[in-house]
Structure formats: C-alpha cells, structure tokens
C-alpha cells in the first residue's frame, strides 16, 4: 500500500496539441473513445490513485475554457478540486513547463503523462512511485520487439540492420523528484536545448534515468487507427 502522505505528489498531463495526424476537427484529446473522451479516461486512471494529489491539465489556450465547461460536469466534486487547469505553449516542453511553474509549493515528486494515452493502469503508476523512491528518476518502456532497420531516407534503401538487444520503447508516465526536473529545465534553457521528453532533458542535464515495465496496452493515440486498437482493447477488458 503506497503511502501517500510521504510527499505530496502531482501529475501534469500536457494536452495542448491538436494532433493533425488525426484528421479531426477538433483536437485529438477530446474525441470520443467508446462514448467518453480520450482526454477524460486519461484524467480518471490519474484521479482515482490515492499516490496522486493534484493534477496539473494543460490544454491549448484557445480550449482552455471550453475543457473546463466539458469536463468538469463529468467529475465529482473531489475530483473537481484536484485538478488546477492552465494553457499550454508550443512545445510539449514549453508545456510542460508551464505545468511546473503551476505546481503548488508543497510538491516534491512529480508525473507527466501523455493526455492522449488513456490506458495506462494504476499498476504503472504504483511501478514509477517505487521507481522514484529507488532512483529518483524513472520511465515506464516496454522492450522493441519488432527488427528494427536503418534507411536511406532519399534512396528508400536499407543500409543496416539495428541491434534491438538493448532498445527500449519509451512511454509515459515519467517520474521523477521535482528538484531532478527543475535543474533539467534550468540547464535546457542554459544550453539550448529541446527534448523529445521529460527523460531526455534529465539525460542532458547528466541526471541517471531509470526504467521500469510498461504495457503494450499503454499505446498513444497519435492516428485514427490508434483510436480503432483503444476501442478493441477496451472491449476485450469489458
């Protein structure tokens, strides 16, 4: 049983894309998955763990509060006062930060999950938390399974075969102690740099990243077929 009042912990869950690769007229996190919000199945996995105390959501600016009228009529009001609502900038690092600048003095540990991964399970969670307080820093990956092959991109033509031994996928969530994230954000702006994730910016800060199981189930919902695998995954948990 995690005990939640070691620290005070807080999820940001950056949503403040559109997703172009899905083809819709709205962005990608508020299209329905099985009749409820992809953004919102997110939310609840994040609102219903006791390890969790405060949700950072960050939303496109133009949707912030259009997220907030959807939904908040859908939540209870517990649920409602957890989660403190910001716009997002364009970058998922500028998102993120922006997330971090609104976290409340009291937090000490920190998750960021894709809004658009909404099958992530409590059991991932709990893994990062028991991460965190054995590494400091940690992802959920799951191993490559697929041969992996490096292309010409101008030819189309194969010039290797990767070794996929030690490759692994990255997922989300990403945990980690809030100072080890700070002082990754402070050396990015620094040095210039951007990162793809949260565990890349802790790897160019010299920051040791850990990683812990994730799930195939855990995928992210980037195209419509995406959206297809969700809904069949989510009938065979019915």
């Not at 172009?20 to 997110?42: C, H, N, S, W, Y």
């Not at 997002?88 to 997330?99: F, I, K």
């Not at 399970?121 to 992996?148: H, Y």
């Not at 692994?168 to 994730?197: C, I, K, N, S």
Request: glycine fraction near 6%; proline fraction near 6%; charged fraction near 25%.
């Amino acid at each position: 049983m995690l005990d939640k009042n070691v620290h005070s912990v807080a999820a940001i869950i950056p949503a403040a894309g559109f997703g172009t690769r899905m083809e819709a007229d709205i962005p990608k996190q508020f299209l329905e998955l099985a009749g409820v919000p992809i953004l919102l199945r997110t939310l609840r996995v994040f609102l219903d763990h006791p390890a969790i105390h405060i949700i950072i959501l960050v939303l496109p600016p133009e949707y912030l509060e259009e997220g907030k009228k959807k939904f908040l009529p859908l939540m209870t009001p517990d649920q409602q006062e957890k989660i403190i609502y910001i716009a997002g900038a364009d970058t998922r690092q500028g998102s993120v930060q922006n997330g971090v600048n609104a976290l409340p003095p009291s937090v000490k540990r920190i998750f960021v999950h894709d809004g658009v991964r909404p099958l992530v399970s409590a059991e991932i969670i709990d893994r990062c938390f028991r991460g965190i307080e054995e590494q400091g820093a940690v992802i959920a990956a799951i191993p490559v399974k697929d041969t992996l092959k490096e292309v010409d991109e101008e030819e189309l033509e194969i010039i290797g075969t990767v070794d996929r031994s030690q490759l692994w996928q990255a997922q989300t969530p990403q945990a980690m102690d809030l100072h080890l994230l700070e002082r990754a954000y402070e050396y990015a702006a620094a040095t210039e740099f951007v990162g793809t994730d949260e565990a890349s910016l802790l790897e160019h800060a010299g920051v040791s990243v850990g990683v812990v199981m994730g799930s195939e189930e855990n995928i992210k919902i980037t195209r419509p077929g995406d959206l297809r695998i969700a809904t069949a995954l989510l009938w065979e948990e019915s």
